[in-house]
C-alpha cells in the first residue's frame, strides 16, 4: 500500500531486502511465536484520506458546545483567559514541537533556553528559588509535592484543605496511596481553611500542609498564618498557586511557602477539555536536591559562550532508577513553552493588569448578583470566582443559560454535598460587562 | 557577555515596552489594596520581559533556528520513535470545538469529545488485544504507576498484599524501576543472556510468592523480539504474578503482535511516540493503559461508558484506584492520535510496523561490518551497536554521537540500554527514506574510518554547532538555574 508518510518505494524495498539477503519482510517476523503472531487485519475503522477525516473531525467537534461560541462563566481550575495570537505561532514552530527531550546540547539550544527562560519566570512570579521545566498538571505537581514532603521529612502522614481543587485532592490521595501516605482534609470554615481544625489535626508526623492559593472557592487564604502554624510543628507548606493570580497578590515565597506548585494554563494554553496543560513546580535552595522532574542550568562551552544543559540528573528515574523520587520522564515542555511566550507577552505591566481585571471584573458580578437578590457566600476576599447561592438545581439552571448562549458555572453540589444548589462562577478579563449583566438577568429569571 | 551568546529574553527588555493586547476594562475601577487581605497585595512585581510583539516572535525565531527537530532532520532516537509528526493533527486539535471546550461542561455539551475518546478507545483496545483502556495517565511513565497501582490493588483486593516485588529485566527503561517504587514496590532485577533476552533460568529463581509483577518491554530495548514470551508469562502466571508491557517499542509488533494475545495483563502506551503525538521538545505526552478484564475494576476513575447513543463518565467505580490525573488525560494529544489512527486504517498500521523493521534491518546489515554488533539476529523497530572497537582507538561513543552533528544529524541513544558497553541504540521509523538511511549509513562509516585514521576530529567534533560541548560538571557543582538581572554576566 501507498501512504503519504510512508516513503519507501517497491524499488527501494527490493533493494533493501537484498541487503539484509532476504526475500521477504515477513522473514523479519519469523522471531515471533506463531502462536502468537497476528495474522489477520486489525478491526479497525479504515483509513480516511485528509479532507475526509478533517470534514468528518470537524463535524465531531462541532457537536460540543465551546467556549468562542459561548460565554463561559465556568472556572473550576481551567479557565478561558487571553491567549495571546502569537502563542500559536511560536509553539507551531516545528523546530520545537518535532523536537524530544534535549539530550544533545549543541542542537537544542533553543529548548534548552527556553525552558530556562520559563524556569525564571515561574521563580519571579512565586518568589522561589528554584523551578524545573514544568510538571503534567496542577493536580499531579500538588500530589508530587506532598510526596516529596513526605519524603523529605520522613513523616508519613500530610493534610490537605478542603479548599483545594477536589479532582487535585483525589490525584494526591491517589500518589500518597502509592508510597504509604496518609491524608487527611482539613475542613473548611465560610470558604477558607479552618485554623482550628488545622491546629487540632497537625502532628509530629505531619510532613506538610497542602493548600490553594486563591483557593478553589475564589478564596484568598491567609497562607503566611497557616506556614507559621505548619512550620511551628516541622512541617512543610506547600501552596498551589494559580500563577496568574500571582500578578497582584504577594508571591508564596514572601509568605514561608516551602513548594509552590500549580498549572500555567491561565497562561496561553486552550482548555481542550482538561489537557494538556502545564503543572509548575518551584522550591527552596535547601530542597532542590529532592525536587521532581528535569532542571536546565547554564554554564559554558570550551571557548566561554554561554549555553543550557540539563542538570542535576542524578536526581532523576534515569540515572538512579529503583532509588529516584519520582519516575516523572516526559513532561508538558510545549506547554511550558506556550506558557512562557503568554508570561513574556504579558510582561511585567500586563500580568499585573490581567490580575486586577480578574479582580475587578468578579467585584463587579459580586455586586451585580447581590443587586438582583442572590446570596453571595463568604464575605472574604475574591480573586476570579465566587460562590452564588440557587434556588434551582444548578444542572437545571445551566441548561437554560445554555439555550441563552452561556455555559454556566460548576455545580458545587457534585462535590461539597452541603453546597447543593450553588455554583460557582468564574469570571475572567474576557468576560465583559454585558455579558455578566445578561447572565444575572437569566438567572434572575430563572429564580423568579 | 561574549559576543556570540544567545539574548535572553530578560536581556531585551526595556522598561515601558508591551507586548500585550488586553480588553479594555468595561466595569468600575477598584482599589485593588481594599479588595485583598492585608499584606497579600503584591509590593514588587515580577522581573517579567519587557517587549514588543516582534520582539517576541524575533527571539523565539532565534531560538528555534538554534533547535533541531524531526522537520529539521533524521532522528533516530533509538527507544523514542521520532516519526513525521502528521500536520493534519495539529490542525484537528486546534478546532475550536476541541480545542475551547472546558473539562467540567455538562456531558450533553461535550458529546462529541467524548465520542471520540469512546472511539480511540476501541481502536487501542483492538490494537493492543486488551478488554478495556483508560485514557488519563499523562505519558507512558504516568501510565506505568497507574497500571502498577492496579495491579497492587488487584493484589490486596485478593488478600495477596505480601506481593511486593515487581521484577524488572536489566535492559528495561529508568522509568519501570522508578514507577515500581513510586508505587510502593520493591524492585528485582533479572538478567539479560547471551543473546540479549530475558534469562529464563535467572527469572525462575526470581519469582515467588511475593511477585506482584513483571514489567516487560517486547520487543526490549535492544530491539529483540522476547521469543520465550509465552514461556515467561506462564512462570509469572504461575506463581500467581502479573505481566505488564512497556508500549514504548509498539512501533515494532503493531498490526504483527499484539501484547494481550502475548499474555500481558496490563500495557501502556507512549501515544506521542508510535501515534504522532507528537514529542514536543518533551512533551506532553499521553500514556493510555490497556487491562484484561481481570484487572478492570481497578481502572482510575471516572470511566467513560456508552449507554445507548450517549457517553458518560462513570464515578461510582469501588475498587478503582481513584483518580490519577485531573480531568480525562491530555485529550489534545490523544486527539492527535487518534486522526493520526484514522489516516492509517489497519493495513496503514501494519505497513507502519513493516517499514520500522525494515529501515532498522536495513541500517543494521550496512553498519555491521563497521561497528560491533553484540546482538546479530533480525531485530525489530531499532537495534543496539557497541562502539568498544573505536573505544579501544580512543575514540568513544560520545564522539561519535558529537561527530554525526556536524552533518546534521541528531544523533542515536548512546549509553542505553546499560547491558551493552559504549551503547549506540539507532531507531530509524518508517517514515524515513531510503535516501535518508544511505545518508546517515555512509556518514556512520565516514566516522568509523575517521576513529582509524584521523581521531581527533571526532574526539573534537561537534565543529559546527552554534555551541561546543559544553562544562556539564560546572552546571552540576555550581547550579545557575535562573536569571537574575544582579549577577555578573558570564565571561565578560
Redesign the interface.
Known amino acids: 500500500m501507498k501512504h503519504r508518510y510512508i516513503p519507501m518505494t517497491e524499488t527501494d524495498r527490493e533493494e533493501m531486502l537484498s541487503a539484509i539477503g532476504i526475500a521477504t519482510v515477513d522473514e523479519l517476523f519469523e522471531d515471533i511465536p506463531e502462536k502468537v503472531r497476528f495474522k489477520g487485519e486489525l478491526n479497525i475503522k479504515p483509513a480516511k484520506a485528509e479532507s475526509a477525516l478533517t470534514k468528518e473531525l470537524a463535524q465531531l467537534a462541532a457537536k460540543n458546545a465551546d467556549a468562542r461560541t459561548y460565554a463561559s462563566f465556568l472556572g473550576a481550575g481551567v479557565y478561558d483567559h487571553y491567549k495571546p495570537i502569537i502563542v500559536d505561532h511560536v509553539i507551531s514552530r516545528s523546530e520545537f514541537y518535532t523536537a524530544y527531550t534535549p539530550y544533545q546540547p549543541e542542537i537544542s539550544q533553543g529548548e534548552l533556553q527556553a525552558i530556562f527562560e520559563f524556569q525564571t519566570m515561574i521563580c519571579e512570579l512565586t518568589g522561589m528559588d528554584i523551578a524545573n521545566s514544568s510538571m503534567y498538571d496542577g493536580g499531579t505537581s500538588l500530589a508530587e509535592a506532598g510526596t516529596m514532603a513526605a519524603g523529605h521529612t520522613r513523616r508519613t502522614k500530610i493534610l490537605v484543605s478542603e479548599t483545594v481543587h477536589p479532582e487535585a485532592r483525589d490525584v494526591v490521595a491517589s500518589y500518597a496511596a502509592g508510597q504509604f501516605i496518609d491524608v487527611v482534609t482539613i475542613p473548611h470554615k465560610d470558604g477558607v481553611t479552618d485554623m482550628a481544625e488545622l491546629e487540632e489535626l497537625l502532628d509530629d508526623n505531619t510532613a506538610a500542609v497542602l493548600v490553594q492559593y486563591p483557593n478553589f472557592f475564589g478564596q484568598v487564604e491567609d497562607i503566611q498564618k497557616i506556614g507559621d502554624i505548619t512550620h511551628a510543628k516541622g512541617g512543610l507548606l506547600v501552596v498551589s498557586a494559580n500563577p496568574l493570580a500571582l500578578g497582584v497578590l504577594t508571591p508564596p515565597g514572601k509568605l514561608g511557602a516551602d513548594i509552590t506548585v500549580g498549572d500555567a494554563q491561565p497562561f496561553g494554553i486552550s482548555e481542550q477539555f482538561g489537557g494538556p496543560h502545564c503543572g509548575y513546580f518551584a522550591t527552596t535552595k535547601k530542597l532542590m536536591r529532592k525536587m521532581p522532574g528535569r532542571l536546565v542550568g547554564e554554564t559554558t562551552d570550551s571557548e566561554g559562550r554561554r549555553g543550557y544543559v540539563l542538570t542535576l540528573q542524578a536526581r532523576e528515574q534515569h540515572i538512579r532508577r529503583d532509588k529516584a523520587t519520582s519516575n516523572i520522564c516526559s513532561n508538558q515542555a510545549l506547554n511550558a513553552l506556550a506558557a512562557s511566550v503568554a508570561m513574556t507577552a504579558l510582561g511585567k505591566a500586563g500580568t499585573k493588569e490581567i490580575a486586577y481585571q480578574n479582580i475587578a471584573k468578579t467585584a463587579y458580578a459580586k455586586s451585580a448578583f447581590e443587586k438582583a437578590g442572590f446570596e453571595v457566600k463568604y464575605g472574604g476576599y475574591h480573586f476570579n470566582e465566587i460562590v452564588v447561592a440557587l434556588k434551582k438545581p444548578v444542572k437545571e439552571v445551566n441548561a437554560k443559560l445554555l439555550e441563552k448562549g452561556f455555559i454556566g458555572g460548576y455545580d458545587l453540589g457534585l462535590t461539597y454535598p452541603e453546597l447543593s444548589n450553588h455554583v460557582l462562577i468564574a469570571v475572567t478579563e474576557q468576560r465583559t460587562k454585558e455579558e455578566i449583566d445578561a447572565l444575572v438577568q437569566e438567572m434572575e429569571a430563572l429564580h423568579a | ?2 559576543k ?3 539574548p ?3 536581556e531585551i ?1 526595556k522598561a515601558g ?7 479594555e ?6 482599589d ?1 489594596s481594599s ?3 492585608e ?5 514588587e ?7 514588543s ?1 516582534l520582539d ?2 524575533r ?14 532532520g533524521f ?1 533516530p ?1 533509538g527507544s ?1 520513535t ?5 500536520k ?1 493533527n ?17 456531558e ?6 467524548m ?2 475518546m469512546y ?1 480511540l478507545q476501541v ?1 487501542l483496545e ?2 493492543t ?1 486488551m478488554d478495556e483502556v483508560t485514557l488519563q495517565p ?5 501510565g ?2 497507574t497500571a502498577l ?1 492496579m495491579i497492587r490493588a488487584f493484589h490486596e483486593a485478593n488478600g495477596e498484599s505480601h506481593r511486593t516485588k515487581v521484577l524488572v529485566p536489566d535492559s528495561a ?3 519501570n ?8 514496590f ?2 528485582v532485577t533479572v538478567k539479560s543472556n547471551e543473546f540479549g533476552l530475558v534469562d529464563i533460568d535467572d527469572l525462575k529463581s526470581k519469582v515467588g510468592p511475593d511477585t506482584a509483577a513483571l514489567m516487560l518491554t517486547n520487543p526490549n530495548t535492544l530491539g ?2 522476547e ?1 520465550d ?2 514461556q515467561m508469562a506462564e512462570i509469572v502466571h504461575g506463581v500467581g504474578g502479573k505481566l505488564y508491557y512497556d508500549g514504548a517499542n509498539l512501533n515494532a ?1 503493531m ?4 501484547p494481550g ?2 499474555g500481558f495483563d496490563a500495557v501502556h502506551l ?1 501515544l ?1 511516540k508510535t501515534f504522532t503525538g ?9 500514556g493510555p493503559v490497556g487491562v484484561t478484564k481481570e484487572l478492570a475494576p481497578f481502572l ?1 476513575k471516572p470511566i467513560l461508558v456508552k449507554e445507548d447513543d450517549r457517553y458518560t463518565f462513570k464515578y461510582d467505580v469501588p475498587q478503582s ?13 490523544y486527539l492527535r492520535a487518534y ?1 493520526y ?12 510496523t ?2 520500522a ?3 532498522a ?2 541500517m543494521m ?2 553498519l555491521e561490518p563497521y561497528f560491533d554488533l553484540p546482538y546479530t ?2 531485530c ?1 523497530h531499532e537495534f543496539v551497536l557497541s562502539g568498544r572497537r573505536q573505544k579501544k582507538l580512543g575514540v568513544r561513543t560520545l564522539d561519535m ?2 561527530r554525526l ?1 556536524d552533518f546534521g544529524f ?2 542515536p ?1 548512546i549509553y ?1 540500554p546499560l547491558n551493552v558497553e559504549e551503547a549506540i541504540m539507532i531507531e530509524p521509523t ?5 535516501e535518508t538511511l544511505d545518508s546517515f549509513i555512509d556518514t556512520m562509516i565516514q566516522i568509523a574510518k575517521e576513529a582509524e585514521e584521523n581521531p581527533e576530529i571526532v574526539q573534537e567534533a ?1 565543529h559546527t ?8 560538571t ?3 557543582r555550581q ?5 537574575t538581572k544582579e549577577k555578573e554576566p ?2 565578560v
Open positions: 557577555m561574549h556570540d551568546n544567545q535572553l529574553i530578560f527588555t515596552r508591551i507586548g500585550y493586547s488586553l480588553p476594562l468595561d466595569v468600575p475601577e477598584i485593588l479588595h485583598l487581605p499584606g497579600l497585595l503584591r509590593e512585581s515580577p522581573e517579567l520581559p519587557e517587549v510583539e517576541i516572535m527571539h523565539y525565531t532565534a531560538l528555534s533556528n538554534r533547535n533541531h527537530g524531526v522537520d529539521t532522528y532516537l523514542c521520532m516519526k513525521y509528526n502528521p493534519i495539529e490542525a484537528v486539535a486546534r478546532f475550536p470545538g476541541f480545542a475551547h471546550i472546558h473539562p467540567l461542561q455538562d450533553s455539551t461535550v458529546q462529541g469529545a465520542e471520540m472511539d481502536h483492538e490494537i488485544g499523562a505519558a507512558g511513565a504516568h506505568e504507576w497501582m527503561h529508568g522509568t524501576p522508578a514507577s515500581a517504587t513510586v508505587a510502593g520493591d524492585t529483540l523480539f521469543e514470551i509465552l509488533v498490526a504483527k503482535a499484539r494475545d502475548m507512549n506521542h507528537p514529542h514536543g521538545g518533551g512533551g506532553p505526552g499521553s482510575p484506584i481513584g483518580r490519577v490525573k485531573p480531568f480525562y488525560g491530555n485529550f489534545g494529544i486522526t489512527i484514522r489516516s492509517m486504517g489497519p493495513d496503514g498500521l501494519k505497513a507502519v513493516e517499514n523493521v525494515l529501515n534491518n536495513y546489515r550496512r539476529q533480525h525489530k554521537a558529537k552533528l541528531h544523533p541513544t542505553f518508517e517514515t524515513e527514506s531510503k561537534p554547532t552554534v555551541i561546543n560541548r559544553l562544562d556539564e560546572k552546571a552540576a547550579p545557575v538555574l535562573r536569571y558570564v565571561n
